[in-house]
């Protein structure tokens, strides 16, 4: 854990101030500001003989043993106080521990460069650290954290560092720091630490999903953070909206304290809706799936209501395990606690879609100068057969366990869909001739994001078990925007009428096939677009788990046939702004206060 810094470091300000970031955890904690700096200290180049080598290597040995073992202690602390699904949290760094080609890396620099463990280690981290900055995709970036934490914690035993004791800290603080990692954070566990906020991170990194285990309001993204506050100055973390603010007066306090009383009671009643059906009021059954990333994330799912997993994002498998690759086991493995314990909900598995110039580079070796539209999604995974068949066996295998349902990513036609799906057809056989059981009626759906896929919706439909419409990329290959360049951002529109035409012809695409259809990406979690979906007669919203209450809430105030008749009149609209006006100003109304607002 990193060690406080001294109060006298800085000079006291009595100012209000406010810093933006990115709020991880819901909540809002008020306290004493603490900053944690990292405590490894100053590591060496030391050159050793030749008959050191030998000894230096067995040093790293016997430091990896301690932190395993540590690991061991951690894992059982998690499970016993939070659950076994944020323990298996810890699998990941089991896994990079675990894995000959960390290990060997070091012992590989410490045996041809004659120097001592804790620099090759120093070494071998900088690097692995500096190769998950460089990817595109946040998620895989958070994924660094993870090797950071298990190669400081093998640092910290070379360099025999004890974890800080915060025990005799007797008021409530608020922990500020450049970074934390899970095996900082689950210490966070009780009083005093009240919330924390970061500088770096992500919104998917382990140690955001154990803050919000924790129910501990958490604040990450806050540049210069421990720059800009002192030690010791009250601070307010703002989980719902990202802020940290500072020195606030006693007015704000109590403001901030009434705002979370009304987000507890707002919360509450939601979740009071969490057994009941999400159906309209003239009586259409819809369902509400949920989007997660990593195993771990079930437990919101079935907190939040959700009625199966709509969309598993299965890439973690590749990043969880560098350096390395996933083999078979553990795919099976994964899939397996997945299907288990959704049942009896069903489970979709997303293949791989590793995607980024550096994560394709780094990962599977591919370099391509524009990979949005290069070797991704299906393509990518029927390129690399081995890695394909690989997941494709696990996911068979699993399905003896459970619901579980395979998605293809990215698919633009109906000739690379049948080569996917005879390929099943081959592993089904292999399977048969091993005598290991599976799904013989395994559904294979696939993904709308590509709109050459949208545009032959009819004919995918006959091909296809089920349809999942990924609005995020079919907007921006739709509209031929990146949402991410600020300069063409404001294109970004869900309600764009070209946009709203094709989801129309998916749809309705898939009611005449008799297939289901379903939305995973971002404006299935909208409350102003589910009144939109319902009435394009969409049945199925996979979402992040935290949106479902208030989108079930939604739902259940509305009428299907209501919601039609608006989109029926919204499509004569020529622009993305007038069909949004026009769907504010007839169904605002309808709604409890706060659940319908303008489209972000």
């Not at 709203?500 to 990406?521: D, H, N, T, W, Y």
């Not at 949106?547 to 499509?571: G, H, M, Q, T, W």
Request: contains cysteine; proline residues 4%; negative net charge.
């Amino acid at each position: 854990m990193p060690i406080p810094r001294s109060p006298e470091t800085k000079h006291v300000r009595v100012d209000v101030r406010t810093y933006k970031g990115t709020g991880v955890s819901p909540g809002i904690a008020i306290g004493r500001a603490l900053i944690l700096e990292r405590d490894v200290g100053s590591v060496y180049r030391v050159p050793v003989a030749d008959s050191e080598v030998p000894k230096e290597v067995r040093r790293l040995g016997e430091a990896v043993e301690r932190t395993r073992v540590a690991l061991g202690e951690l894992k059982a602390k998690v499970s016993r106080t939070i659950g076994d699904e944020y323990a298996s949290i810890f699998d990941a760094h089991a896994m990079i521990l675990g894995d000959p080609t960390f290990s060997d890396q070091i012992v590989k620099k410490i045996e041809d460069e004659k120097i001592n463990a804790e620099w090759a280690l120093q070494t071998v981290k900088d690097e692995l650290e500096a190769r998950f900055a460089s990817f595109d995709d946040e998620y895989l970036r958070d994924r660094g954290a993870d090797i950071s934490d298990v190669a400081e914690s093998v640092l910290k035993n070379l360099l025999g560092i004890a974890h800080h004791d915060l025990s005799e800290i007797t008021h409530d603080v608020v922990i500020l720091a450049e970074d934390l990692t899970p095996s900082d954070t689950i210490h966070f566990n009780r009083r005093p630490i009240v919330g924390f906020a970061t500088a770096t991170g992500g919104r998917t990194s382990h140690t955001s999903i154990i803050a919000k285990s924790l129910f501990m309001p958490a604040v990450i993204g806050v540049p210069r953070l421990t720059e800009l506050i002192d030690n010791d100055e009250l601070v307010i973390v703002d989980g719902y909206e990202g802020t940290v603010v500072v020195n606030p007066t006693t007015a704000l306090v109590e403001e901030y304290r009434s705002r979370e009383t009304r987000h507890e009671e707002h919360e509450k009643k939601l979740l009071e809706n969490r057994d009941l059906a999400a159906t309209t009021r003239d009586g259409v059954e819809l369902s509400l799936l949920a989007n997660i990333e990593l195993v771990e994330e079930m437990g919101d799912a079935l907190k939040y209501g959700a009625e199966g997993i709509g969309l598993y994002r299965s890439e973690f498998l590749f990043i969880s395990k560098s350096p390395g690759l996933p083999n078979e086991q553990d795919h099976f493995d994964a899939y397996c606690r997945l299907a288990r314990e959704m049942a009896p909900h069903s489970t979709v598995i997303r293949t791989f879609d590793l995607g980024g110039k550096k994560l394709a580079r780094d990962v599977i070796g591919t370099n391509e100068d524009n990979p949005v539209l290069g070797l991704r999604g299906l393509r990518l995974c029927m390129k690399h057969r081995d890695l394909f068949r690989t997941q494709l066996r696990a996911i068979l295998r699993a399905s003896a366990h459970g619901d579980i349902k395979i998605m293809f990513p990215l698919v633009s036609g109906v000739q690379e869909l049948r080569q996917a799906k005879a390929l099943i057809g081959e592993l089904k056989g292999e399977l048969d001739r091993e005598g290991l059981a599976y799904d013989p009626d395994i559904e294979v759906g696939i993904m709308i994001e590509v709109p050459a896929a949208a545009m032959i919706a009819d004919v995918l439909a006959q091909e296809a078990d089920f349809f999942a419409i990924g609005t995020n990329d079919l907007i921006q290959y739709s509209l031929a925007i990146d949402r991410g360049n600020e300069n063409v951002s404001y294109l970004y529109e869900p309600l764009h009428p070209a946009l709203l035409r094709l989801l129309k012809f998916v749809i309705e695409s898939g009611k005449k096939a008799g297939i289901p259809v379903s939305m995973c990406g971002e404006m299935a979690a909208d409350p102003l677009y589910a009144v939109v979906l319902v009435g394009l007669g969409l049945e199925r919203f996979s979402m992040n788990p935290s949106n479902i209450p208030v989108v079930k809430s939604v739902i259940r105030s509305l009428r299907f046939k209501e919601c039609r008749k608006i989109v029926e009149a919204a499509l004569e609209k020529s622009t993305a702004q007038e069909i949004e006006e026009y769907i504010i100003e007839s169904v605002a109304l309808k709604f409890p206060e706060g659940l319908i607002t303008r489209a972000r």
